[in-house]
């Protein structure tokens, strides 16, 4: 099956005054009609700036020196400003990470879901519109539509904002809806039922969802595969199951390992030493290997390649090179242990 | 509910006449208490040659003589009846000499403010589009050095190079001996004075709204609204502006007696025929009672144009407005 969506070898960086910065470097992934691809990792590893990159929303003063981004078969790379307003919303749309502020304060929720689905149905009548807008709020589980569709978003708390956003996302349809921390800005009750919510719509509609996240227990609760970032690269990518149970990179272990639920009982959190590099002058070799405690003297020279496990599986590490001692994972324990 | 706003309502008159009180008894006693002498402005050179016993009649006429706490009621109780006295210089109701030069100024101010108004908002959204490219580097740059030339000086250089060097204007008055109903006349008249007034407040205003553009345009709702489909001028001008409105209205009400403040400048220079060169001519010439009405004037629509911003963010933005309605909604959607 073709995938709604494939990155291949996608470099971003910004140019700043002090240098150049690597957000994003030569990722490659594939999106398949109605599955759930989540993207993990720390703050500030390049994930939020991936999904940007793709809907073309990034400052200008992000470049992308390298890679294609294809949606459908079809090649979006150099598309412009013009033909991007026409995708956005109706091929690909998103949700953001605080709903406080996603939303115009000046303008009611439902003027706000409406302009989303004008944009696409500009000739569509007054009361089909209002339909349409109800559906959609009723889409999203907010309770008596009629009513609320005349407030403003200070009237809202923030999971009625989410579910309002995530309303205007879906308004167009789209094929694609990337998830940046959707739930980070929630409280933890508000979490579950955001998550609960995408994932019963993903499945009633359809939608290819990128869900972009630092919490492990929501990918859990979501993702049918995975895909680990640090530095701007994508370290380990596999169905959900594969990373969870089978993981093969050092990152993914400490990430596993930090989990507060492997921890009961213990006075403290394992936690992975050091902080991640600096992008603007990424180390030679593998970006992880100084907090690696596996790291090999090859990963202080020159990257790992992506080693393939299983057809769905790759890991970015050296220790699967043929040619390196066995390691026992301090996680996981095999897909069926 | 309607009780709390007639409540408002209230406070805000009682606020207003306070204010207006305090401004009359201030003015009157810096006024008096000004070096100058007031019958030289009624009696003209006169004066010199009066005699101490002429003197003091001249002033015991015009109420000069007694205390200022006396002189001030005295004003008061007339002023309440809507008797505020005879201007000393054109010994006729002051009322009367307002009313004379009001529509002048009124004229000069107006279509004024709306030019700066209209213009800022033209150019600061096209500075905003364009940010950072060249036709908004050139605009801030060349605003920028605009807004710091004084206007008595641009005055005077804009009669240099029009009136004098190629004379294509008129350097002063209202209108031409004799052409008092010709419009035609009168817009040739007003073009240099307005240029002035409008130049000298426009880049100010159009940096303002470009400013809060692009603080709005970097807002997260910005990029919802992009991710919607809508495209950057869309949301620059339907999104942004809309809330970047609120600030720039209530700034442009407060800001109404600075460009009036400009005016009454422009119009010394230009010897135009308005309340400027009135309020000017008044003080110098320690005519109290035109001075007073004329101050009270200006501090009344100085604090109307507070009111007037208050009022208009009220209206323009949600929250605002909402403070009470909204709670109570909050507190009907479980």
């Not at chain 1, 690269?233 to 492997?262: C, M, N």
């Not at chain 2, 033209?122 to 580097?137: N, T, V």
């Not at chain 2, 007073?292 to 507070?306: D, E, P, R, Y």
């Amino acid at each position: 099956m073709e995938p709604v969506l494939e990155v291949r070898h996608l470099t971003v960086q910004f140019h700043t005054p002090s240098g150049t910065v690597q957000a994003v470097r030569d990722v490659s992934f594939s999106l398949h009609k109605g599955e759930v691809l989540a993207i993990v990792g720390e703050s500030g590893c390049g994930k939020s700036v991936l999904c940007r990159s793709i809907l073309k929303l990034l400052p200008d003063t992000a470049r992308l020196p390298s890679g294609t981004i294809l949606v459908n078969g079809v090649d979006i790379t150099g598309y412009g400003e013009r033909e991007m307003t026409k995708l956005r919303g109706k091929l690909f749309s998103m949700v953001f990470q605080d709903p406080m502020t996603a939303l115009d304060p000046t303008m009611t929720i439902g003027a706000q879901i409406a302009e989303a689905v004008r944009v696409h149905q500009p000739r569509m009548g007054r009361d089909a519109l209002r339909q349409r807008v109800l559906e959609l709020m009723t889409l999203v589980g907010i309770e008596r539509p009629a009513e609320r569709m005349g407030l403003y978003p200070h009237n809202f708390s923030g999971g009625m904002r989410q579910r309002s956003v995530l309303a205007m996302a879906l308004a167009g349809d789209p094929a694609i809806l990337f998830a940046d921390e959707p739930t980070t800005a929630l409280d933890v009750t508000i979490q579950a039922q955001i998550l609960d919510l995408l994932r019963q719509i993903q499945r009633q509609l359809g939608t290819a969802t990128v869900f972009v996240t630092h919490d492990l227990g929501a990918v859990a609760r979501v993702a049918d595969r995975v895909a680990v970032m640090y530095a701007g690269k994508i370290v380990e990518i596999g169905t959900a199951e594969e990373v969870f149970y089978d993981p093969r990179h050092p990152y993914t272990w400490g990430l596993l390992q930090s989990l507060p639920v492997l921890s009961r009982g213990r006075e403290t959190l394992p936690t992975i030493p050091g902080m991640p590099p600096d992008l603007l002058h990424p180390p030679k070799g593998d970006t992880f290997a100084c907090r690696n405690p596996y790291a090999l003297a090859i990963d202080y020279e020159e990257e790992p390649p992506l080693f393939p496990i299983t057809e769905t599986h790759f890991a970015a590490t050296w220790l699967l090179d043929p040619r390196t001692p066995q390691v026992t994972p301090p996680v996981g324990g095999g897909l069926h242990g | 509910m309607k009780r709390s706003i007639l409540r408002s309502i209230g406070i805000k008159v009682l606020v207003f006449v306070v204010s207006l009180l305090i401004l009359s008894a201030a003015v009157f006693c810096v006024a008096r208490l000004a070096p100058g002498d007031p019958l030289v402005s009624y009696y003209g050179d006169r004066v010199e040659k009066m005699s101490p016993q002429e003197r003091a009649w001249a002033e015991d006429k015009l109420g000069l003589n007694d205390p200022l706490t006396v002189q001030y009621v005295r004003w008061l109780e007339r002023a309440v009846q809507g008797d505020f006295g005879i201007s000393y210089q054109y010994k006729m109701p002051v009322t009367e000499v307002i009313a004379q030069r009001m529509g002048n100024t009124l004229l000069l101010g107006g279509v004024g403010l709306l030019l700066i108004f209209g213009g800022a908002l033209l150019l600061g959204s096209f500075c905003a589009w364009q940010e950072d490219r060249w036709p908004d580097r050139l605009l801030c740059r060349a605003g920028t050095l605009l807004s710091c030339i004084p206007e008595f000086w641009l005055s005077l250089l804009l009669i240099l190079v029009f009136a004098m060097g190629i004379r294509w204007l008129p350097s002063s008055g209202a209108y031409s001996i004799g052409g008092e109903g010709n419009v035609g006349d009168r817009l040739v008249h007003l073009i240099l004075p307005l240029t002035v007034v409008v130049l000298s407040h426009l880049w100010y205003y159009a940096y303002l709204v470009r400013n809060r553009l692009l603080e709005e345009v970097r807002a997260d709702y910005v990029l919802l609204a992009r991710v919607k489909g809508l495209p950057r001028r869309a949301v620059l001008f339907r999104h942004c502006l809309r809330s970047a409105m609120p600030t720039y209205l209530s700034i442009l009400a407060i800001s109404i007696p600075h460009v009036l403040g400009g005016t009454y400048i422009v119009e010394t220079v230009f010897s135009y025929p308005g309340l400027g060169t009135l309020s000017y001519e008044s003080a110098r010439y320690q005519d109290y009672n035109l001075l007073m009405v004329l101050c009270l004037l200006s501090g009344a629509v100085v604090m109307l144009c507070n009111l007037a911003a208050q009022a208009i963010n009220e209206r323009i933005d949600p929250r605002i407005r909402g403070e009470r309605s909204g709670m109570e909604q909050e507190v009907r959607t479980p």
